[in-house]
Every structure is written in C-alpha cells, then in structure tokens.
C-alpha cells in the first residue's frame, strides 16, 4: 500500500467511509431525542425510555463483534457493504414501528448496524497509506460531524413525528 501510494480506489474508499459516518453521525444525533419524541406516541416511563437508548447500544456491541468476524471470513468490504444494507433496511423499518415493543426490536437491529460501520476504521489502515491515513481520519471525523448537524434543522420542527426524521 506505501508504495502504490493514493489513487483512485484509496478515493472511493474514503468517500464510502465519509458516506457511513455521516449516516452513524446521522443515527447518534437522532438517538438522543428518540426518547423525548416517541414518548408523545407510546407515554413511555423514565425506564423505556433509557432502554431506546440501551438496546440500541448493546446492538451495537454485538454488531460490531459479529460484522468483525463475518468481516474475517468474507471480506471486510462485504461485510461493510452488508452492515450497510442491514442498517438502511433496519432503519426504514424503524419508521414502521407501531408499537413501544417493534421499536425496541428496530432500534436494536439499527444499533447491529452500526456495530458493522467499525470496519470501515480496520479497511482505512488496510488500504490507504499511513502519510494518508490522518487526513482520510479527519475526514472521516468531519463527516461524522457533518451527520449531526444534518439532522439539527429536522428536529427543530415543530410537532414533528419521529418516524419523519428517520
């Protein structure tokens, strides 16, 4: 990799991982007010609504253990393409929650997801060079960064429904 140095897959390579973090900035903004929003639909406790919160992370935990050994086995770049799909798929199905329960089950699925979205950080120390590896990280961090701000201006609607900002 030092000696091909940065072409044109290197480049693909960094705009797919920019691509994730802005979803997975996108999913960590929208998983701080789900809480707040899905209680005007299900008037859920104090408890439920941590659980939104912690199923999704232990989602993520099994996730990333998983898509980490399916990326082993198969190829990182199939199983972050995978991850990908898992999480676009969980997530559309988290906007058809009609129960407290469904969304538990969803957001759990989502948080698998982004579990899988770890990989991306082993593919950039696999495929681009190290003197390119701080730029394509601060691009990535950025990314992430620009994802939380993409979903600022939807939560600033007045009465909207969760199911809209996913």
């Given at each position: 990799?030092?000696?091909?140095?940065?072409g044109r897959m290197q480049y693909i390579l960094l705009f797919a991982m920019s691509i994730h973090a802005v979803m997975q900035g996108m999913d960590i903004t929208f998983l701080t007010v789900l809480p707040t929003l899905a209680d005007c639909d299900y008037h859920l406790t104090e408890f439920e609504k941590a659980m939104t919160s912690s199923v999704f992370f232990?989602?993520?935990?099994?996730?990333?253990?998983?898509?980490?050994?399916?990326?082993?086995?198969?190829?990182?770049?199939?199983?972050?393409?995978?991850?990908?799909?898992?999480?676009?798929?969980?997530?559309?199905?988290?906007?058809?929650?009609?129960?407290y329960a469904w969304l538990l089950v969803f957001r759990f699925l989502v948080g698998i997801g982004i579990g899988g979205f770890s990989l991306r950080n082993a593919l950039m120390f696999e495929f681009l060079p190290t003197s390119f590896r701080v730029k394509s990280a601060f691009i990535i961090l950025i990314s992430w960064a620009f994802g939380t701000i993409l979903e600022i201006p939807i939560l600033l609607i007045p009465h909207v429904k969760w199911q809209y900002i996913m």
């Open positions: 990799v030092e000696h091909m140095g940065v232990i989602g993520v935990v099994i996730g990333a253990f998983s898509f980490g050994l399916l990326g082993d086995h198969k190829g990182r770049n199939r199983a972050l393409l995978f991850a990908t799909a898992w999480t676009v798929y969980a997530s559309f199905l988290t906007i058809l929650a009609n129960s």
